[in-house]
């Protein structure tokens, strides 16, 4: 039985078509939240991610969304707080992974999408949330979908690397503005996890088998094991846990270094 922790909250959580925000919105229905929905390219996961929240009980409202443009964040929040309240959690998700080229063959566009879609797209949500919660006396929640590549850079993930660690920061820069203002926010740090972005590793188990070595755990993680860190820092229990990341990555992070 769910302990409904986030009982009446409303939670807007970007790219939960698929994968870790797919798996956080079904979380967030069951401990009793009502859930915004958004998708970029897959309709038909969104959908079925709506009809998992409404299955549990709860609200569910589904949009498309291109956070690559700041008017459409405002955009959405406006339609959100007119059609279902004042949104009380966000969980920044949606996003690309990397190109694989290296920084000399990259594109203006190439560049362009990482930096707009990884990083530019959660400030301006980001930004769009604290408009919306601020003077109406309900407390807020941002948890920001990172990565272990906010610190361990990789060749060939320039953009994706750079907005990852600038993510980072925002959240670090936010913590202190909110840090008076009712509004909790922290990272979570994703290493290696069996969503579409792993999708060579879901095809092929050579694949994965190989990917996993580094990963001292010697597996991936499943994206349900993502949304519960982001059940628990968008619920009372965790309160003072502010400005932080919490890294979820079967201690890959540890494995850098060893045998130099």
């Known amino acids: 039985m769910s302990e409904q922790r986030l009982k009446g909250e409303l939670a807007v959580v970007t790219g939960s078509d698929s994968g870790i925000g ?5 979380a967030f229905a069951r401990e009793g939240a009502d859930v915004v929905v958004t998708w970029f390219h897959d309709r038909q996961g ?4 709506a009809r998992e929240v409404e299955a549990a009980g709860r609200r569910a409202a589904v949009f498309q969304f291109d956070q690559r443009e ?23 998700d949606a996003g690309i992974d990397a190109t694989g080229k290296h920084v000399k063959d990259m594109t203006d566009d190439d560049w362009n999408d990482a930096i707009r879609t990884n990083l530019c797209g ?3 949500c980001c930004r769009e949330f604290i408009r919306c919660i601020e003077g109406s006396g ?5 948890i920001n979908i990172t990565s272990v590549h906010q610190e361990i850079p990789r060749a060939g993930a320039s953009g994706y690397d750079v907005a990852k660690g600038g993510l980072r920061n925002l959240t670090t820069t936010l ?4 840090a008076e203002k009712d509004i909790n ?3 979570i740090a994703p290493g290696m996890v069996l969503t579409p972005m792993n999708q060579s590793a879901l095809d092929d188990p050579q694949v994965l088998q190989r990917q996993v070595q580094s990963i001292p755990m010697k597996r991936a993680a499943q994206p349900e094991e993502i949304a ?3 059940v628990f820092l968008a619920s009372a229990q965790a309160r003072y846990i502010h400005g932080t990341t919490i890294v979820v990555d079967g201690a890959l992070m540890l494995f850098q270094g060893q045998g130099a």
Do not use: D, M, W
């Not at 797919?22 to 079904?26: D, N, Y």
């Not at 913590?175 to 909110?178: G, M, Q």
């Open 22 to 26: 797919q798996a956080t919105a079904i």
């Open 46 to 49: 969104a959908e079925q991610t």
């Open 70 to 92: 700041s008017q459409n964040a405002a955009q959405l929040f406006q339609e959100v707080r007119k059609s279902l309240g004042v949104p009380t959690i966000l969980v920044n």
């Open 122 to 124: 959660p400030f301006y």
């Open 138 to 142: 309900k407390h807020g929640t941002i």
């Open 175 to 178: 913590a202190l503005e909110l």
């Open 185 to 187: 926010v922290n990272n």
């Open 228 to 230: 519960h860190v982001a």
